[in-house]
């Protein structure tokens, strides 16, 4: 019973969070500080975008590192706008920083 509470009060701040009309997978690793961040709205792309750079730029600075964007795909389908951020965490010498 307490797991279920907890979990619910989990998804509450994550709605609170994000907005309730957007959802963010968060950082899904995908290799060596290569990450991806997928956001879907129902009504403002403008807000996904944004929310999927904030959990990029948090996830990397958590380890020190700083973000650089590979890829970056928006897709609008139907009732949804999609935002695809595929991004790697470097150190803030890299030249990949500098660019």
Do not use: W
Not at 36 to 52: F, L, R, Y
Not at 69 to 79: C, G
């Amino acid at each position: 019973m307490k797991n279920r509470a907890l979990l619910f009060i989990c998804f509450g701040l994550s709605l609170l969070l994000t907005g309730c009309g957007a959802t963010s997978s968060g950082a899904l690793k995908v290799g060596t500080d290569a990450y991806i961040v997928n956001v879907s709205s129902s009504s403002n792309p403008s807000e996904a975008k944004k929310i999927a750079y904030s959990d990029a730029i948090k996830k990397c600075a958590d380890s020190g590192k700083e973000m650089t964007v590979v890829q970056e795909k928006q897709v609008k389908d139907i009732n949804l706008y999609v935002v695809d951020l595929s991004f790697k965490c470097v150190g803030k010498d890299s030249v990949e920083v500098q660019k």
